[in-house]
């Protein structure tokens, strides 16, 4: 079974630092995907970042970039320039491919992060 | 990607009742799934909601407690049965597509008193 480990229950950062959240994971699938959500105190899930196990080459999107390392099993969020707005919770999470039958999400517990003026 | 609305937010129900949560997609998706996040927890999938058959439920929740239905590709509902406290939760729909990716409601904060 799948299993998703977030190390770092809070962190904190200024205001415009970077900071780094990290994800390990535990699978023995070749082929799956990796995401990041972040939920703001409005509780609503938004989609941070999406990796596909394939690629080699690390998704950014924006201030939002990942360090996916596969034979290690890690998959860290780093945000550069943090802004007030980023203050939430992150979720790392797991999934395989919908192509086999199962579309479930696998969910690290989570890591505050709290920017701070 | 879809937009996605989850009825109501938020309720307070007492002990022993069952309160339907329904969530509402703007277009047409292959995949809905219902996820429950506990206080302080993480999220947990508690079956996949699929259209015209019998939903698929995860290790740990029973149709008798949570029945789930999907009339169509737009729409399911999820029913929180014979509540007790334990079941104070937030509820998720997330909704996937072409790609693999899933996308969530806003969530209903549901109290059991």
């Known amino acids: 079974a799948q299993t998703v480990t977030q190390s770092q229950p809070e962190m904190s950062v200024q205001e415009a630092e970077t900071v780094t959240l990290s994800c390990t994971y535990d699978?023995?699938?070749?082929?799956?995907?990796l995401f990041w959500y972040k939920q703001p105190p409005s509780r609503q899930m938004i989609l941070v970042i999406r990796?596909?196990?394939?690629?080699?080459q690390n998704a950014t999107e924006n201030r939002f970039s990942v360090n996916f390392q596969k034979a290690a099993k890690s998959f860290s969020l780093k945000i550069s320039d943090s802004q007030l707005g980023d203050t939430a919770m992150y979720f790392c999470?797991?999934?395989?491919?919908?192509?086999?039958?199962?579309?479930?999400?696998?969910f690290g517990q989570g890591t505050t992060l709290q920017v701070k003026p | 990607s879809a937009v996605i609305s989850q009825k109501p937010s938020r309720d307070i129900c007492q002990r022993g009742t069952s309160l339907t949560i329904q969530c509402q997609v703007d277009?047409?998706?292959?995949?809905m799934f219902w996820y429950r996040q506990q206080p302080g927890q993480s999220l947990t999938l508690i079956a996949t909601?699929?259209?015209?058959?019998?939903?698929?439920?995860e290790s740990g929740f029973v149709i008798d407690k949570f029945p789930i239905s999907r009339p169509n590709l737009t729409f399911s509902t999820l029913t929180v049965s014979n509540m007790s406290p334990e079941d104070s939760s937030i509820y998720l729909c997330?909704?996937?597509?072409?790609?693999?990716?899933?996308?969530f409601g806003p969530g209903t904060r549901l109290t059991v008193l």
């Open positions: 997330s909704v996937g597509g072409a790609t693999d990716t899933q996308y």
């Open positions: 699978t023995s699938e070749n082929n799956y995907y």
């Open positions: 990796q596909e196990a394939y690629k080699q």
């Open positions: 999470a797991f999934m395989k491919p919908y192509s086999s039958n199962t579309g479930k999400l696998i």
């Open positions: 277009s047409q998706v292959t995949m």
């Open positions: 909601a699929n259209q015209g058959s019998e939903a698929t439920y």
